[in-house]
């Protein structure tokens, strides 16, 4: 009787050794159908992107635009802190008045011009600033500016606002 259960359990243990043991091999990944898969994701995306993380609030990138270039500057409203004055007229007309006023102040070199941004990069008595030509509500505002936007402090750019102001009747 002993041969009778030995027999046919050494039956059952020789086809499940010889069938590929599937019952114990679990699947992987590559090895599922496509639809079930699980989705890949590259190492670099998997976190938050962390680019301006060091940049301190506030502070430019420094980077200009296209865009930025062609819209029209707003100008400050017409006071004496801002060292400049309004003349009728549009930007492109006044511009081109500007650029003979200037050529006209003796002593006074134009480094470069540049119609688009309104501004006349200049060198009077040592001093390096920028005239800007901009359009505003009431006209064209013509300023003295250094290179950081601001309005150009010190007696040569405001003697070049005086003069501009005279030969343009602002």
């Known amino acids: ?11 059952l243990v020789l086809v499940a050794a ?3 043991c599937s019952w114990f091999k679990k699947e ?8 079930v898969r699980p989705l890949e994701v590259p190492p670099d995306l998997d976190r938050p992107g962390t680019d301006g993380a060091m940049q301190l609030p506030g502070q430019a990138t420094g ?7 062609g819209a029209p500057q707003a100008a400050p409203a017409p006071n004496a802190a801002t ?5 009728a007229g549009t930007r492109d007309q006044v511009f081109e008045r500007v650029g003979n ?16 941004l309104g ?3 200049v060198s009077y008595e040592g001093a390096n600033f920028l005239v800007r030509v901009s359009q505003a ?3 064209t505002y013509v300023s003295a500016v250094d290179p950081r936007g601001l309005p150009a402090t010190g007696e040569a750019p405001q003697k070049v606002v005086a003069a501009l102001k005279a030969a343009l009747g602002g």
């Open 1 to 11: 009787m002993r041969h009778s259960i030995v027999l046919p359990t050494a039956a």
């Open 18 to 20: 010889t069938s590929g």
């Open 28 to 35: 992987t990944g590559y090895q599922q159908p496509v639809e």
């Open 63 to 69: 980077s200009v635009t296209r865009s930025s270039l």
């Open 83 to 87: 060292n400049g004055f309004l003349v």
């Open 101 to 116: 006023a200037l050529t006209a102040i003796e002593g006074l070199t134009i480094a470069s011009k540049a119609q688009l």
């Open 119 to 121: 501004a006349y990069d």
């Open 137 to 139: 509500e009431a006209g």
